[in-house]
């Protein structure tokens, strides 16, 4: 087992590297072999150490350390060891040459000491190093080929060991060269692959966490498995097999350093993880197969059991007018109907893929069901049309909507988990609506598991939430979101409130719907049916003696004037507004008959934001811009250089898309004299954003090529969801 010493500092970007990044540069492979030659001296406590690789027919001096213990306090001779690293770096030596060459022709180690029998070895070694060499160690970089080697020299007199290394040197040195040697080729070509099994060997050593080969090793809790279910177990990596206590369980996952996944599980199943094992890719799913027979992997197979549902509806129903005589009686068991199983496969499938909205659309000819996954739809499956009908009669009777009216549109809820045995515990917003050939149904997913992110993980560069979090800490005011659905608003508005929620404030929420349960707030769920208003709660909230006040969209001047309303007389007021850009909100506030000056007094800042699709980290591929793309990163930022594009075959972490994940893009118009002075005299809304660039906002276009600049995303997703600005 390698020390403690060279595991912690290599562990983690280490394994990121080697099971992450398909095409590394000539960066990456430096950075590994300094960090591991650093790591290397470090446990060692070498005088002198060298790292070897082979190109073509030479050996190349990749890396050359020597230890101020050489030279001491004499200037002189710190000088001529530096000259020395600067030759032997710039040297190639034929392959076969030397020491070296013979354990990289063998892929042996050699291990030499100060003996009698050794001691010419050693003196022609002095003669060409510049110093007395007590003892070598040189082992092989090599995994299906010899890359390269290590070299050491002399142990630190500190060590206690006269200068010599030992037995249990050459083992730990052969062990760092075993990591760092897979590493490097796979650093170097980029068709190495490491399978599942070698993975998970790897991991394990790196991580100093026992292996687990087989599912027999593992004495499996079946009942503590099913009770948090496959859904959070697949999402999440993590699978439990044991519980240690009241709230801990040991796991094993694939990726134990994927602490992300960690606190994920932790949150959703409150269980804290106290020991992990390490098992492979293989070995994982075979695992979800056993004690959930009826999983299934997201993809071909939860295809075929779609299909399958499907196919068996179309067989049982022959035509639409069969398919309108449910009786709510008829569709309370899951087992009682194939429809209902269908309508909870597209809802767990949907959940599993990561998806945020699920779109059932009546086609002329078929049934298309989509899911929207990092903001783009994608299709899922086509089903016989004469399953539309059905299926839509039995989202409605979950959500306790009227079945027989087919003709206006209509809005409800499904509390999914009354429908399902398996833990998944979210809630969906259906939205209804008659089209040319049939009833649309869309639902957005409402996860009750996921938290809220901290406001660093949002995508704030560091200039623009330092500012905003001065903003949400003022004692009154008003801060306002825009942009459209799906941009990301209300996840900010709550990372914000759980950044200020403390036992001495005071915060209330009017919502519609409640999309996240946070402790400490007071949360009011809107319903128009009886009355119940964004402005009739504000009215309310304003006689309960809060401190802030979340509204969850200005949707009408009531609402907007009672908003102002709070936000001047002692209230930090924070909502949501459909606008544009930071800017046009000020446009929008007086059109709802807010007056200027009562909008100069009132506002803090306004925040303008949307969710750019995150280019694959796996994947992504470099290159320098040129033409049109180079002249608008300049324009914007000022900056030109390599950056990112998508792989168009994508890769398995990001399903063949070239996109994993979103990050955010934000327009922070902060108020001050000179906004406040344009407001009050009703300028445009182009002079606005003007007067708000000279004072610091940097526009959404500019954040979006910022986030280019730093490898995050691509110009193309960048210009597909914001222009370039007008007024740069």
């Known amino acids: 087992m390698a020390a403690p010493s060279i595991a912690n500092a290599l562990r983690r970007s280490l394994l990121i590297k080697i099971i992450s990044k398909p095409a590394p540069s000539k960066e990456d492979v430096a950075s590994v072999i300094e960090l591991t030659a650093s790591k290397v001296v470090e446990a060692l406590q070498a005088q002198s150490m060298t790292v070897y690789l082979v190109e073509g027919n030479d050996i190349a001096f990749k890396y050359v350390y020597y230890s101020p213990s050489l030279w001491m306090s004499d200037a002189s001779k710190e000088a001529k060891f530096k000259e020395m690293e600067k030759k032997l770096v710039a040297l ?66 500190s060590a206690g060991t006269n200068g010599e290394f030992t037995e249990s040197d050459l083992k730990l040195l052969s062990e760092v060269a075993e990591y760092s040697s897979t590493l490097i080729h796979r650093m170097i070509d980029p068709k190495f692959q490491l399978g599942p099994d070698d993975t998970a060997r790897f991991v394990s050593r790196l991580t100093d966490l026992p292996l687990v080969h087989k599912i027999e090793e593992l004495d499996v809790d079946d009942k503590l498995a099913e009770s948090i279910g496959d859904a959070i177990i697949r999402r999440e990596g993590v699978f439990p097999f044991k519980r240690l206590g009241t709230g801990s369980a040991a796991v094993v996952m694939t990726n134990p350093l994927d602490y992300a996944k960690r606190e994920a599980f932790t949150q959703a199943t409150d269980l804290s993880i106290d020991e992990v094992k390490v098992v492979s890719a293989t070995l994982f799913e075979q695992l979800i197969k056993k004690y959930f027979k009826d ?22 129903y022959e035509s639409e007018s069969e398919l309108t005589d449910f009786k ?87 509390v999914f988990k009354k429908y399902t045995k398996k833990n998944i515990d979210i809630d969906l917003r259906v939205a209804t609506g008659p089209m040319n050939y ?46 459209p659905t799906g941009s990301g608003k209300s996840m900010t508005l709550y990372s914000a409130l759980a950044e200020v929620n403390t036992p001495d404030m ?107 699709r995150r280019v694959c980290k796996n994947c992504k591929m470099p290159y320098t811009p040129e033409g049109r793309e180079k002249d608008i990163i300049e324009k914007a930022i000022g900056w030109s250089g390599q950056i990112f594009k998508p792989n168009p075959q994508g890769c398995p972490t990001c399903n063949g898309q070239g996109y994993k994940g979103r990050v955010g893009i934000h327009e922070l118009m902060v108020n001050n004299e000179e906004l406040t002075e344009g407001i009050n005299k009703e300028v445009e809304v182009a002079q606005l954003k003007r007067i708000a660039m000279k004072t610091g906002m940097k526009t959404l276009h500019q954040d979006s090529m910022l986030k280019v600049k730093m490898g995050l ?16």
């Open 328 to 414: 709510a009686a008829d569709l309370e068991s899951e087992d009682s109907a194939p429809i209902i199983q269908l309508a909870n496969r597209i809802v767990e499938d949907a959940y599993i893929s990561g998806a945020s909205d699920i779109h059932i659309e009546p086609m002329e000819k078929d049934l298309l069901i989509r899911y929207r996954i990092d903001g783009l739809c994608q299709e899922k499956l086509r089903l016989p049309k004469q399953v539309c009908t059905a299926l839509v009669t039995r989202l409605k009777i979950m959500c306790n909507l009227d079945i027989s009216e087919r003709r206006l549109p209509q809005d409800g809820r499904i």
């Open 438 to 483: 049939g009833e649309k149904v869309v639902m957005r997913i409402l996860d009750k598991q996921k938290s809220t992110l901290p406001l660093p993980a949002l995508g704030f560069s560091e200039e623009n939430l330092a500012r905003y979090r001065e903003c949400i800490r003022q004692p009154y005011g008003m801060i306002l979101h825009c942009g």
């Open 506 to 612: 005071n915060i209330q929420t009017a919502e519609d719907p409640i999309e996240y349960t946070l402790p400490g707030l007071n949360q009011m769920q809107m319903n128009r049916q009886i009355g119940l208003t964004f402005a009739r709660a504000l009215r309310c909230y304003l006689r309960m003696d809060p401190d802030v006040i979340l509204v969850g969209e200005i949707r009408d001047e009531e609402t907007a004037g009672i908003a102002a309303e709070a936000a001047l007389t002692g209230h930090l007021l924070v909502s949501t507004l459909h606008t544009n850009d930071a800017p046009s909100t000020v446009t929008r506030l007086a059109e709802m008959g807010i007056e200027p000056f009562n909008i100069s007094a009132s506002l803090v800042c306004v925040c303008a934001q949307r969710l750019l």
């Open 295 to 316: 999983s299934k992997q997201p993809g071909a197979d939860t295809d075929v059991e779609l299909g399958s549902v499907a196919s068996e509806i179309s067989e049982t």
């Open 713 to 728: 995303t691509t110009v193309e997703e960048a210009l597909a969801n914001v222009p370039p600005d007008l007024v740069l």
């Open 92 to 157: 190639k030596i034929p392959v076969g040459t030397g020491i070296v060459g013979k354990v990289i022709q063998t892929g042996e180690p050699v291990f030499f000491q100060n003996t009698a029998a050794q001691a010419t070895m050693m003196q022609s070694m002095a003669k060409t190093t510049g110093f007395d060499v007590r003892s070598m160690l040189t082992v092989p970089l090599k995994t299906t080929i010899t890359l390269g080697a290590i070299q050491t020299l002399n142990k630190e007199s």
